[in-house]
């Protein structure tokens, strides 16, 4: 669990000191690229206040587990992202999968205690 809570908020923080770059090979403006990074906060307050409701009496381990292959899933596709859409999609991806882990997450912790 430490790995992915390392690795959502690199996820989450890098894409702010690549703006250059990622406008470079996407051939976007600044401002443009810097909606990825509004997109996947929006995508995960939504997820975050949403998820426990609809998760509902699934195992908390699952969910993860699943956040956690959409982290993954999001990363490669943001890597390898050839347009701006494909970019969008994959930050859209990483909010979800930071809401619903941070959500998800908190819950699980305090069952470990």
């Known amino acids: 669990m430490t790995l992915c809570v390392f690795?959502?908020?690199a996820s989450e923080f890098?894409?702010?000191s690549?703006?250059?770059p990622i406008t470079r090979d996407l051939g976007v403006t600044e401002g443009l690229a810097g909606q990825g990074i509004a997109i996947s906060g929006a995508l995960a307050v939504l997820t975050s206040l949403t998820l426990s409701t609809l998760?509902?009496?699934m195992n908390r381990k699952f969910l993860l587990l699943g956040m956690t292959?959409?982290?993954?899933?999001s990363g490669?596709?943001?890597a390898l992202a050839s347009s701006y859409l494909m970019?969008?999609?994959g930050r859209a991806m990483i909010g979800v999968a930071i809401?619903?882990?941070w959500s998800m997450s908190a819950a699980t912790a305090i069952r470990l205690v």
């Open 7 to 9: 690795v959502l908020i």
């Open 14 to 16: 890098m894409p702010v």
């Open 18 to 20: 690549l703006l250059t």
């Open 55 to 57: 998760a509902g009496k």
């Open 69 to 73: 292959v959409l982290m993954a899933v």
């Open 76 to 78: 490669l596709i943001i």
């Open 87 to 89: 970019y969008m999609v």
């Open 99 to 101: 809401g619903g882990f």
